[in-house]
């Protein structure tokens, strides 16, 4: 049977206009364009063809591909056998294809399949979306590649001129070549997409035969480019000029910051770099001054969390504490809290290592231990700033944790983290920092522990609540009162993420789950008694505090995250 036979079948084509459209496929070498005379719509031909070739029909129209599903196939080879990675689904890599006739393009996928260790699930496309494509392929890596061209000539010309220069000279070259065009093009590029691509740090890295650029995006790292290994020393240079870090050090870690304008917004760069085995890597965490601070409204508490932490800011003085892992969203909660306070008519001071936003009318200082000037430090110096507000970016050691209490002790407001697993541990934290239980009854006002989650892209696969999930959701919250169960909604159905070509894993941005410990005369007394977990716990949940698990399945209910993030809780 031909395509043409098929199309007979399906009654798109009348069996009387074959011979003639037979004909006009064999003058102009193209089947849809003879069929498109005789009312054939394009939809209904790819249908049918995909069908013909066992291969599905997908539409990929207004859809844009991520740099890193791109990035399973080299764009020259894309664009040889007129193949595109569309997505990942169920750890299947999905392509659409063009010419499934084709022998070699049939050769490519199973080659492609080895490579990259996953089976290969083929979807017919349209020719617009396959040449719309190409072009966004060759964004990242095209503009990165013709500049590494250019930087070849260079590097060689470099190369054959450093045998007639002196040691200082060569110094003076190697600075010379970083600030020149080429290199200036491929870390302004890497800059461009990576905040471009809604990224949060840049990961450039030495691995030995290569160098391998990184975006972290929504808390996951994925591979944007593979540059050759020479290229690296150069890059590490370029940025260290921007961040006026010393280009003749590289045996110690430097930090630093810089800022550039891309798509006309100003973008803060904070730099870190470290000696590693093959080099120096880098890791850039980007920082958009111009979305700037988020309000607590938009951190993800809930109506009732939100009020408590509300309420807690309006304390004239006392301690708030958030705690979590590195990367969990922390300073963002302060910067949120923050903004809350009126600047006019408080004296608001933070203590930050590094400053990540500027906020207008808050006095921010820059820790730097290399120097002396330390958290304690200047938690100690601050207090003779007639502070009303005091942020600590992170209590570290006992020294700061004392001072921090003594602070709150004595009129001030304090906000500021703490690493521990919970907010129940932030108790037992400052007792073996310590401070003194009698000390924390009467100045600890809230505990906050939180966690990041990513957020469902609709429209999510349903899931129906039923048999072990049931069970598992009747159990999160079997301890808790009655009072606090009654208000909570189970529905009968919950989503899980639905990847699609728009977007591969079925999620899209970040929320952050909450744990809300709250002060009270109860808890006080547990404090001066028996300050454990255990006997803390039972306080808190007595009195109706929501878990970040429990805070997780009620996002879910909403619709707001997949199920399968609550279980990273």
């Not at 490519?108 to 260790?117: D, E, K, N, P």
């Not at 004239?316 to 963002?332: A, C, E, R, V, Y």
């Not at 009162?481 to 941005?509: F, H, M, N, W």
């Amino acid at each position: 049977m031909t395509l043409l036979d098929l199309l007979v079948q399906k009654k798109i084509v009348r069996a009387d206009d074959v011979p003639d459209i037979s004909a006009a496929e064999t003058t102009t070498g193209d089947l849809f364009a003879a069929l498109e005379k005789y009312g054939v719509l394009e939809r209904d031909f790819l249908e049918t063809r995909g069908e013909f070739f066992g291969m599905p029909f997908r539409d990929l129209e207004n859809i844009e591909i991520p740099f890193n599903i791109l990035s399973y196939i080299p764009g020259e080879s894309a664009k040889f056998y007129r193949i595109i990675p569309i997505g990942v689904v169920d750890n299947v890599l999905e392509i659409g294809v063009v010419n499934p006739e084709n022998v070699e393009t049939q050769n490519a996928l199973t080659f492609i399949s080895s490579r990259v260790s996953m089976p290969i699930r083929a979807y017919l496309i349209k020719v617009k979306d396959f040449d719309r494509i190409i072009e966004t392929y060759r964004g990242l890596s095209g503009e990165v590649h013709q500049a590494l061209g250019e930087l070849e000539g260079e590097l060689s010309e470099k190369k054959e001129n450093k045998k007639e220069e002196s040691a200082g000279q060569n110094k003076e070259s190697d600075i010379r070549i970083v600030e020149q065009a080429p290199v200036t093009k491929i870390i302004a590029t890497i800059l461009h997409y990576a905040t471009e691509g809604a990224g949060s740090d840049i990961h450039i890295e030495p691995m030995g035969d290569r160098t391998r650029v990184r975006f972290r995006v929504d808390g996951v790292l994925a591979t944007s480019l593979v540059l050759p290994n020479h290229v690296h020393d150069a890059l590490v240079a370029r940025i260290k000029i921007l961040s006026n870090l010393r280009l003749d050090e590289k045996r110690k870690p430097q930090d630093g910051r810089f800022s550039a304008k891309i798509d006309n917004k100003k973008i803060d760069f904070r730099v870190s770099t470290l000696p590693v085995y093959y080099g120096e890597k880098v890791v850039m965490r980007i920082l958009d001054t111009a979305r700037g601070v988020r309000g607590l409204e938009d951190m993800g508490l809930s109506g009732d969390g939100l009020a408590k932490v509300k309420k807690a800011i309006e304390r004239p003085f006392g301690l708030i504490l958030i705690s979590g892992p590195t990367g969990s969203g922390k300073s963002t909660t302060l910067y949120s809290m923050l903004k809350e306070l009126d600047f006019e008519t408080d004296n608001v001071m933070s203590l930050e290592d590094p400053v990540e936003y500027n906020i207008p009318g808050m006095n921010q200082a820059q820790i730097k231990p290399e120097i002396g000037f330390s958290f304690a430090t200047g938690l100690r110096t601050s207090l003779r700033q007639d502070p009303d507000v005091i942020m600590v970016g992170e209590i570290r050691d006992k020294e700061t944790a004392q001072l921090a209490v003594q602070a709150a002790l004595t009129g001030h407001l304090v906000l500021s983290t703490i690493h521990t697993n919970n907010s129940v541990g932030v108790i037992p934290r400052l007792i073996d920092m310590g401070v003194d239980p009698f000390l924390i009854a009467p100045t600890l006002i809230m505990a906050v522990a939180q966690r990041l989650v990513s957020l469902l892209h609709p429209p999510g696969k349903p899931v129906s609540v039923e048999g072990s999930i049931s069970m598992m959701i009747q159990k999160s919250f079997q301890d808790l009162s009655e009072e606090v169960r009654s208000k909570i909604q189970i529905p009968d159905t919950i989503y899980e993420a639905l990847p699609s070509p728009d977007c591969p894993k079925g999620t899209r941005g970040r929320t952050a789950v909450f744990e809300i410990l709250e002060m009270n005369k109860e808890l006080e007394q547990v404090i001066l008694k028996n300050p454990t977990d255990i006997e803390i716990m039972k306080v808190a949940r007595k009195n109706g505090m929501i878990t970040m698990h429990e805070d997780a399945l009620l996002k879910a209910f909403k619709g707001l995250i997949p199920f399968s993030e609550v279980n990273k809780i």
